[in-house]
């Protein structure tokens, strides 16, 4: 079993871009904390589903709401991007 916490490419695309800067500022973007290990990164699953950006955000604040201290913020986020999402589809 690989450790989901890995680099998986990140900081490597970034050096690519030669965006140096950014590589320690995403060290916790690359490599979440324990808390949000839930067997799938929800970017993994956004990824290679082509979700969007309105999408991706309601997975990744239902994914992790129970892992907070606050759960009702993140339902709150979730709600905000599933209501944007559908208005595009209520025109």
Do not use: C, W
């Not at 979730?78 to 559908?86: E, G, H």
């Amino acid at each position: 079993m690989t450790d989901p916490r890995k680099d998986d490419g990140f900081s490597e695309e970034l050096k690519k871009l030669g965006r140096y800067d950014l590589i320690d500022k995403v060290g916790s973007v690359d490599r979440p904390p324990r808390h949000y290990d839930v067997g799938i990164e929800p970017v993994k699953y956004i990824t290679s589903h082509g979700l969007g950006f309105l999408e991706g955000n309601i997975i990744k604040y239902i994914t992790r709401y129970k892992m907070k201290g606050n759960p009702v913020e993140d339902l709150h986020k979730a709600r905000v991007y599933v209501d944007l999402l559908l208005k595009q589809y209520e025109v």
